[in-house]
């Protein structure tokens, strides 16, 4: 029971939050809103909420730690107090207010690392607190420290802490996590690939075999026990083969049949682009991203890292930066695309996300929405995405030069070849 009403009938707590009775006057603010806890509104509650759980044995709030709660009091009072709320989140808090010495990087690893830690984190860096950093490149060189350490036989164990080191991290650390983030999806495909590399070499040494002696016909004798990992083994192959490891082996290529999937009806691309344009009950970064897709044949990977300077506004309209050269973006598109810029918000609960520089805000303040998300995103709205951008790209290969359609789109000129 949270209340009774003035019959004195109990009132549960769903209940009560539907209740006018809910809305009384906050006795620190006295602004009359659904009010949280001990007489105090959200507003009120979430900071004093927060300082408890970062005040120290002395009752007070250590100076290193006044930037963290200046910047997480800044956040929704109702979003920061749905945070505090995780169990993980006030035992990450405690544990901060028990350490010396200023918040850092370095401090937040040295504790628990539940996924509250990860939103604190996120929250730190978008308001300044912390550095930024390639949080997922730093998860997963973790990653890659502890597998290779459970690989027991000590060859194998060197070459696929060289595999990792030279095929991948080189890779990841040359890229810039502005221009190219590692998105969850290549994070976990890299972790699979490693592990069906980790299974070949066990599987090799089962038989009595190893890379050096192992031939095409162990390969394929190993694909066909193992289909789930038949193009995983791919990358591995190649690299083993090129260091000297392995000689004349190769997995096959992975072939799909995604790339010739096209949208059913002849005018569906249109029909749908208007339900975009038009269509005011359907969410902005939706209808933008959608657009971009059945318009200009981006996909949800390249739109999840578009940022906010990609979007140019002058005196003829707006632009938009897709590739070399600007599109001049018409209406009503011209005006949804600044309507997104103003609006945009992520949908993490603790920080605020107005300053990212992502035009897609994601779960983390400091990182974008990953084009799987879009791609659901769209989807529940019934929009097709890979057929959408494939019939997309193949009406416009038919306007415009494959040059032109590179240069605008910021497509591999093969891709624009078609």
């Known amino acids: 029971m949270s209340s009774r009403t003035p019959d004195d009938r109990p009132l549960c707590g769903r209940c009560f939050r539907k209740s006018p009775l809910s809305f009384r006057e906050c006795v620190e603010c006295g602004d009359t809103s659904r009010l949280h806890h001990f007489g105090l509104c959200p507003k009120c509650a979430a900071p004093r909420q927060l300082r408890s759980l970062l005040t120290g044995p002395d009752g007070e709030v250590r100076p290193e730690l006044v930037p963290v709660l200046t910047?997480?009091?800044?956040?929704?009072?109702?979003?920061?107090?749905?945070?505090?709320?995780?169990?993980?989140?006030?035992?990450?808090?405690?544990?901060?207010?028990?350490?010396?010495?200023?918040?850092?990087?370095?401090?937040?690893?040295?504790?628990?690392?539940?996924?509250?830690?990860?939103?604190?984190?996120?929250?730190?860096?978008?308001?300044?607190?912390?550095?930024?950093?390639?949080?997922?490149?730093?998860?997963?060189?973790?990653?890659?420290?502890?597998?290779?350490?459970?690989?027991?036989?000590?060859?194998?164990?060197?070459?696929?802490?060289?595999?990792?080191?030279?095929?991948?991290?080189?890779?990841?650390?040359?890229?810039?996590?502005?221009?190219?983030?590692?998105?969850?999806?290549?994070?976990?495909?890299?972790?699979?690939?490693?592990?069906?590399?980790?299974?070949?070499?066990?599987?090799?040494?089962?038989?009595?075999?190893?890379?050096?002696?192992?031939?095409?016909?162990?390969?394929?004798?190993?694909?066909?026990?193992?289909?789930?990992?038949?193009?995983?083994?791919?990358?591995?192959?190649?690299?083993?083969?090129?260091?000297?490891?392995?000689?004349?082996?190769?997995?096959?290529?992975?072939?799909?049949?995604?790339?010739?999937?096209?949208?059913?009806?002849?005018?569906?691309?249109?029909?749908?682009?208007?339900?975009?344009?038009?269509?005011?009950?359907?969410?902005?970064?939706?209808?933008?991203?959608?657009?971009?897709?059945?318009?200009?044949?981006?996909?949800?990977?390249r739109i999840a890292a578009l940022t906010t300077s990609h979007v140019t506004k002058t005196h003829d309209g707006v632009q938009l930066w897709l590739g070399r050269k600007p599109l001049e973006i018409p209406e009503p598109l011209a005006g949804l695309v600044p309507e997104l810029v103003g609006t945009r918000q992520g949908h993490a609960v603790v920080g605020h996300t107005d300053s990212t520089p992502w035009l897609f805000p994601g779960a983390f303040p400091e990182r974008p929405m990953d084009g799987v998300s879009i791609t659901a995103r769209l989807n529940r709205i019934g929009i097709k995405a890979r057929a959408g951008r494939n019939t997309a790209l193949m009406e416009l290969a038919g306007e415009l030069p494959a040059v032109v359609l590179s240069g605008l789109l910021g497509i591999h000129i093969n891709t624009a070849t078609l």
């Open 71 to 301: 910047a997480l009091a800044a956040s929704n009072p109702h979003s920061l107090l749905i945070r505090l709320r995780n169990p993980g989140t006030p035992l990450l808090l405690r544990a901060s207010a028990a350490e010396s010495g200023p918040v850092t990087h370095e401090v937040l690893d040295r504790l628990p690392q539940p996924r509250s830690i990860r939103y604190l984190r996120a929250a730190l860096v978008s308001t300044g607190v912390l550095a930024e950093r390639n949080e997922l490149l730093i998860r997963f060189e973790e990653w890659v420290n502890s597998v290779v350490e459970e690989v027991q036989e000590p060859e194998e164990r060197q070459v696929i802490r060289a595999f990792t080191a030279w095929f991948y991290l080189r890779r990841l650390r040359r890229r810039s996590p502005r221009r190219h983030p590692i998105t969850s999806g290549g994070y976990n495909f890299m972790r699979y690939e490693i592990r069906a590399a980790i299974r070949l070499l066990a599987w090799l040494r089962e038989r009595g075999a190893s890379l050096e002696t192992c031939t095409q016909s162990d390969i394929d004798q190993w694909l066909s026990s193992e289909e789930s990992g038949r193009y995983a083994i791919r990358n591995f192959l190649v690299w083993v083969v090129s260091r000297g490891h392995a000689h004349n082996i190769t997995a096959p290529t992975h072939t799909t049949s995604r790339g010739q999937e096209m949208l059913a009806e002849v005018d569906q691309r249109w029909d749908l682009s208007r339900r975009l344009l038009h269509d005011t009950t359907i969410a902005t970064t939706d209808r933008v991203a959608g657009c971009l897709v059945l318009l200009y044949g981006q996909s949800c990977a």
